[in-house]
């Protein structure tokens, strides 16, 4: 507790607790069903557990629509549920952080309800209200959950802005306020005890004045890193985050390095670090993110690179491969058929953890769990991805079976299926809110315990061997063969001591480059056995790290 900058040795694990585990049969994971898991966590190497919402909502966007930001929805458990996971949680030397998110509300929130009835109602300059253009919304701005930005209210005879579903309408940061209450909200939480909060969409909370036209009705460029966000995060950390002994991740749709440096450099009193989308972003493209394609790697590459070295000395990554708005990783970025699926499982883990930054592990990565490859749209519960259906099929910009394997590729419910406790599910006795899918039930925790060559027992080995290497938290990063389009090789040093990360990121053996080779000695890790190994080539998807 008396290292300030716990953070950055910290293992932090992501429960999606819709998925998690259910314990009372209602096929909705609950507070209880992480208290049951809480073994297992330990088991993994986990120190902090980053909590999507739990608090009451009416659901539209799985909880990230907050009618009440001091009570528990009752589909996840109560109040004392909850002080009982943080009190266990805190018994075992490990910490909670919260999902805040604050740049909307649900549209149930009583605030919204008070604001909506009348132009003069106190709670109006809680959210942000503008005329219509002859019968037409305020401007061209097209919401990130489909359709227009704004929604008409009849009682105020104006529109309201939402950037995501027209039930998540956007607070208003400019009124003090807004900001005294949020800052309120976080006091009870902390003084609660909670270890901190990942910030939802943190970097889109401040929104100019004036809200223009764009050419593309895109309103990115107006309202990410908006005027005043700088501000109403240093008055954040003045008034409340300086005040604990926490840590604080901004999501930050957008971020360029030098504005990470901003939200989260080591002396700019912002947050500790942001989760910035550059490298899940790279086959976004013609329809946004609805696609197949696979990530170039020496794209993917430069994107680590740039951020491994830009932020170094003066800010902190977060490294992550998946969450619960991403596909999952094994599919994304490795090869999730049977004869790869573990394999390109590890190769994922020691090519991202060895690292410079704090490790988040979304659940289930840590078993390997690929997308479910839903085939039909009835399978889907995402508003996101069954609006973009709507939108794109509909107009016949796109035909049915493209966008449903756009869906399956990168949907937002291929990362929400639930948890794989046994080989019979094991996450419900009941009828679970959303199928499992085809993903292999051999993906499943019970087995993988008691296989030491599992994806679990290799990512317990990989954050075993981080925490006990001050290079992989001190070194410095460099990339070799930067355009090289199978392998992913870098270096990191520190005080005289050299780590070298092999990684194979296609399904062909690789002749190693001469300047990849390590010199010699054994690696302290890798994913095939010494017997399989090649002297100077990977086999497909291996992975070696040597230390010199
Ligand atoms: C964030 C969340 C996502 C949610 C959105 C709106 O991106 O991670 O799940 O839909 O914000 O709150």
Redesign the pocket.
Known sequence: MTDKNWWKNAVVYQIYPRSFQDMDGDGIGDLRGIIERLDYLEKLGVDVIWL?PVYASPMV??G??ISDYRAINPLFGTMEDFDELLSALHSRGMRLIMDL?V??TSSEHPWFQEARKSRDNPYRGYYIWREGKDGEPPNNWIS??SGSTWEYNPPTGDYYLH??AKE?PDLNWRNPKVREEIFDMMRWWLDKGVDGFRM??ISLISKPEELPDDPRGDLSPYCINGPHVHEYLREMNEKVLSKYDIMTVG?C?GMTVEQAKIYAGFDSGELNMVFQFEHTGLTDGEFGKWTDKKTPLPALKRVFEKWQTGLFGESWNSLFWG???QPRAVTKFGDHSPEYSDLSAKMLCCCLYFMQGTPYIYQGDELGTPNPGFDELAHYRD??SINAYRDFVDSGILDEPTMLRYLARTG?DNARTPMQWAPNGGFTTGKPWISYGGSTRAVNAEMQLQDPDSVFCFYKKVLELRKSLPLVREGSFELLRPEHESLFVYIRRFEGQTLLVLCNFSAEWVTLPDNCRPASGTPVIANYPETARLEGALLPYECRVYIV
């Open positions: 999507s966007d799985n990230y629509d998110v740049n909307h990130w959950f950037i995501f998540q939802d969409v999501e749709p969450n619960h708005d508003i996101e937002r």
